[in-house]
């Protein structure tokens, strides 16, 4: 088997231990022989990255493990690129969220408002990686990314590069695994059909049965992720739309109970995990320490470590595996455009992401995906060139948003203070 090479894009993160005990679960079946860890904050990357030394030396990993502030260097000869960055760093996305707060539009990090900006910072540095993966990774390497907003990063990487990519979110894996436990058995079909963080479970069916299950399980299946407020849904609602929503539906359904959920709150979430970072770096900072603590799973990634490592595991060793990822269409979604970036089932293998044919939806479905991919598409124009006309459409498409008495002024207002990040929109 071919030993490889991983980089880490954004290794500063306080998740990049959880990544790491990843890679030492399935070193025997992803033989990585080397890992560059990259970030541009030089001393948040010696605490993270000292940590990770710990943990790959404590699990037995002998090769060579580098930590550097350099792309390039990262990048230079690497099978897979684990993206995980976060432009602006916290600082920024706090300012996501309570901004659109005050032309009462959700303050969220990935929906709305704030992941719109989020894309604008985001997709050009991402841009980067994938110009820097073709001048200096290995030949064939593969770009996973779940550095927020997943979906529109793929969605921008996969039309305006060639580079060999999936998005990856944690919700689907959290979602499939809320069934297992619920109808008590794995061996199951489903079909998964939405855009990243706007998705929904249309299927599940047991092995060797036809009831499909879906039904009865929107009420209790479909596992809430930590930085999305719970919202209860009533009876008829789920009739309406009765398929599995993830939980960041409930932004959708429940526009208003959400936005007013965010203005109570003491602390936004990103406040709520600045307090968290504080504290998992200075445990990081313990010399005497080489595994995950247990206070990781606060911060709200579970089990995107096994995301990220079982797709790359699967197309290593072209398994041709089921995984939910971010991918080209291809047809999959009748209704969506072939070269639309959706969120489906897809076969990981060597040759990458084939998506499996999705048949159970409504025109609810079909309306809010093909509303929310017109907003993906404008804002990818928006962010790659600097276009604030496609800025503002964008922001009039996204069905939070749709008002230009408040999307010009939040606009206005949101690119201003992101000025140092967003060089494209201020030449």
Known sequence: ????????????????????????ARQDTLPFESFALMDIDGTRLETVGGLAKRQLQAGGFRGETVLTTDLHRALDGADFVFAQMRVGKMAARVQDEKIPLKYGLLGQETTGAGGFMKALRTVPAMLDVAEGMKRGAADGAWLINFSNPSGIIAEALLNLTDVRMIGLCNCPINMLKEITVTIGTDDYTYEYVGLNHLSWITSVIKRGDTENLVAALSGEAGATM???PKIEYDPSLLRAVPYIPSSYLSYYYAREEQVQKCREAGQTRGEICLELEEKLLAQFSDESLAIKPPELEKRGGALYSAAAVSAAESIANDKRELHVVAAKNNGAVPFMDVNDVVEVACELGRDGASPQPVTVYNDYIVGLMQSVKAYEKLTVRAAAGGDRDAALAALMAHPLIGDYAKAKPLLDEMLEVNREHLPRFFA
């Open 226 to 228: 930590k930085n999305v």
């Open 1 to 24: 088997m071919k030993r490889l090479k991983a980089a880490v894009i954004g290794a500063g993160s306080t998740y990049t231990p959880e990544l790491i005990e990843g890679f030492i």
